[in-house]
């Protein structure tokens, strides 16, 4: 193994989605290049969403699922162990790297393309052969589940329900406060942190963005809040939702930390596939995430009102996917056609200066 091939090898890890693009890894190399090392940093992500870590586990699986995939691609056997070290809880996985023949991995070239598309889908049919490709694309990781909705009147009811993902962001000052923080509203700032979201990909319209900066003032928000705003928010995506040709939900066995990184992992192969077949998908992850929250009793920093929303949700979730409280909902996400061009994107931090040990 050399420094060559072990960069490569974390710059398709690194382009894992994570929450607000947060990247909450603290990566190791080994001085022979045989062993990677993959640290939590729990201060990346305080927001509410993060209960126990489960963003960022997840975040760390779709990170471990990409390193896998450039690894074979690349001509390495890479085996991996979780939460190695007990005395350590933070230190995620241990990847033991071996040299192998390379094995070409569609997923590979994927993983560069692969975006969040939060603008208007247009309303496509979606072939059988290409669902059941979605779906045989997780089957490799073990309790890992995918329900797929395509008939129009289900997909109404579901999007009736994913659309109060977004209204709570401008209901929930910490929510709001955190969304807004990762926002870089110009070049300088996206070169300068080379994280968070630059506001091009929010799925704005030329109206919108005149706007939105005004939304950054929570005080501002609360008002405007009176006169509807939550509300108009609320009703633009769920339009949005209604015009997705898939509603899914993505969801795991168990609820510990070793099931949310496996679910990471089956998030990221379900994306790249999606990615592959040329669809665009946009997650709808934080209800999914308050869910979990409120699932382990924890219902501080969310009102009471709200607290009794997600418990309906909930509810509705577990009908709808035909899902039980064994499972653990990861991800519920729109699927569909939309413009494959867009003038930003997330950036990482470069992966130039690993350490190494």
Known sequence: MNKECIQKILEAAVRAPSGDNVQPWDIRVSENFTQID???LPEKDDSIYNYEQAASYIAHGAFLENLLIAARHLG???GYQLFPDQQNPNHVTQIKLTEADPKQDPYYLAIFQRYTNR???QKTEISAATLNALKDSIENINGAHVNLITEPEKIKKIADIFKLNDRIVFENQAIHDFLFDKIRWNKKQMEETQD???VDVLGLNPV???FFPLL???GYVKVANRLGLSKMIELKCWWNYRQASVLGMLSIKGHDKKAFIEGG???QRFWLEATRQGFSLQPVIGLTLLIHR????DSTRLSAHHQLLVKQVNQQFLQYFDLNEKDSMLMGFRLGAGSQFHSAKTLRKPVLNIMIE
């Not at 409120?294 to 009793?297: G, I, P, R, S, V």
């Open 265 to 267: 992992r089956a998030v």
């Open 38 to 40: 993959v640290f939590n």
């Open 216 to 218: 950054r003032f929570w």
């Open 208 to 210: 919108e963005k005149v």
């Open 196 to 198: 968070g979201m630059p």
């Open 76 to 78: 390495c056997q890479a």
């Open 119 to 121: 603008f208007p889908y």
């Open 294 to 297: 409120l699932k382990n009793t």
